[in-house]
């Protein structure tokens, strides 16, 4: 069953009892990264392994995401500027231990791409907050393998 979390604004990214921050570089443009986060939602699929459904909702002012495994996110997007920033914050979850979970997804210009920076802001009691800080080899694996692969994906359509 779905839970209810603590609205929070784009101030929380700096402000949440955990940040876990994570980076690297695309050889895709800012403009290619960013449409395949924000814009092709349902896309998430086929580069970031750990979704399942990715579904925009709102008229596209939020998603629901379901990740392998049966955890659901009902979110409301925060912040959609092209080439640079999209976030969103997380209102309802079967996650559990959760207050509040915010994500943002920073894109800057790179000598050869793109640097993406990714940071999972969370409240949670705290024997939660320290299971998510011992996850955070996981989560960066899982970022990493998803720029990877959304990278191959953005690559081969530009080559077509």
């Known amino acids: ?5 603590r609205p929070v604004e784009l101030d929380f990214v700096e402000s949440a009892p955990l940040r876990l921050v994570f980076s690297a570089e695309l050889s895709a443009s800012p403009q290619a990264v960013y449409e395949a986060l924000a814009e092709d939602v349902p ?3 086929s580069w970031f392994t750990a979704v399942s459904s990715a579904t925009p909702t709102h008229g596209g002012g939020g998603r629901e995401i379901r990740l392998k495994g049966g955890v659901l996110f009902l ?7 092209p080439g640079e ?3 969103y914050r997380v209102d309802e979850t079967n996650a559990p231990g959760l207050r509040a979970l915010l994500e ?6 790179a000598a050869n791409g793109t640097r993406v920076q990714w940071t999972f802001a969370a409240d949670a009691p705290a024997l939660m907050l320290a299971v998510l800080k011992l996850g955070r080899s996981g989560l960066a694996t899982s970022f990493r393998g998803a720029v990877r692969s ?3 994906r953005l690559t081969r359509s530009a080559a077509q």
């Open 150 to 152: 959304l990278d191959r």
């Open 85 to 87: 920033r999209y976030a």
């Open 104 to 109: 943002e997804w920073r894109i800057t210009p």
């Open 43 to 45: 896309g998430w699929t």
């Open 1 to 5: 069953m779905a839970r209810r979390l």
């Open 75 to 81: 979110e409301t997007i925060l912040a959609t500027d």
